[in-house]
């Protein structure tokens, strides 16, 4: 099977005022269609770094970035992201600013399609009956799940997310995990998502590449064996080895 995403042998140092900065050191992380890869690794082991390449705002030293089978070197429609702090634009409600990427993407589509399909995601992650509200009406979790629709409402190739739940508290945090799962099981996407917290990488990802060192390296690629409708339950009730 081709790979959405193909990572191939990607360097990069920053250039600091006290020299060079090493960061990441050959990286190779391939993503078929479809597949959720989860890229783990400490604070400031380079993960941001990745995602800024990834999505084509910076080109690395040394190695590739692919995407579609084509070489990503500047910012593309076609990819979606989420952050830790979601950026909602205030002055616009949360149904408005969750149609905003089909204003720019597809300009001709009619509105009432728009808001229909924003309101399809919005039930989806539990936030119908928000959709009039302003994002600062809304509590941090909420604000995430309206960022997770707005970044999957124009169906991007592929969803990078850099520690989307990070600012989180630990319920709200599983919560999340478990309408990604059920948003994927409804509408398959490809899924880049960079994490500190291993049991995310290992609940959310069909693969998990586990980074550190500096400059950071792949030191391991897991390939996780669990029931494709898993769900929170998994955490908590660990199958006794036989
Ligand atoms: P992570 O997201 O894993 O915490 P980052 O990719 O943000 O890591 O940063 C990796 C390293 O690169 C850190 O040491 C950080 O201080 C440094 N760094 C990040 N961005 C820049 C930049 N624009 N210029 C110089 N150094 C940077
Ligand atoms: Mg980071």
Excluded at 185 to 208: K, M, N, W
Aim: charged share 25%; proline share 7%.
């Amino acid at each position: 099977m081709a790979n959405l995403i193909d990572i191939k042998g990607v360097t990069h140092a920053y250039r600091t005022k006290s020299g060079l900065l090493p960061v990441l050191d050959n990286l190779n992380i391939a993503v078929p269609e479809g597949e959720f890869a989860a890229v783990v690794g400490p604070s400031g082991c380079g993960k941001s770094t990745l995602t800024r390449l990834v999505a084509g705002l910076m080109k690395p030293d040394q190695g590739e970035v692919w995407l579609h089978g084509e070489r990503v070197t500047s910012p593309r429609k076609t990819v979606g992201m989420a952050f830790q702090n979601p950026v909602l634009l205030e002055w616009r409600s949360i149904l408005e600013n969750v149609i905003l990427p089909l204003e720019i993407v597809a300009p001709r589509m009619p509105q009432q399609d728009r808001e229909a399909r924003a309101m399809h995601l919005l039930e989806m992650v539990g936030l119908k009956g928000f959709e009039g509200k302003r994002p600062s009406e809304l509590s941090g979790g909420m604000r995430q799940r309206a960022s997770l629709c707005r970044a999957i409402v124009h169906k991007p190739d592929v969803l990078i997310m850099d520690e989307p739940f990070g600012a989180l508290d630990n319920f709200t945090r599983e919560d999340l995990w478990q309408t990604m799962r059920d948003l994927r099981a409804a509408e398959p996407f490809t899924c880049v998502l960079i994490t500190h917290d291993l049991r995310e990488s290992v609940f959310l990802g069909d693969q998990v590449f586990v980074l550190s060192g500096r400059p950071a390296r792949t030191q391991m690629v897991l390939d996780v064996d669990l029931p494709a409708d898993r769900t929170l339950d998994i955490l908590y009730q660990p199958k006794a080895q036989e």
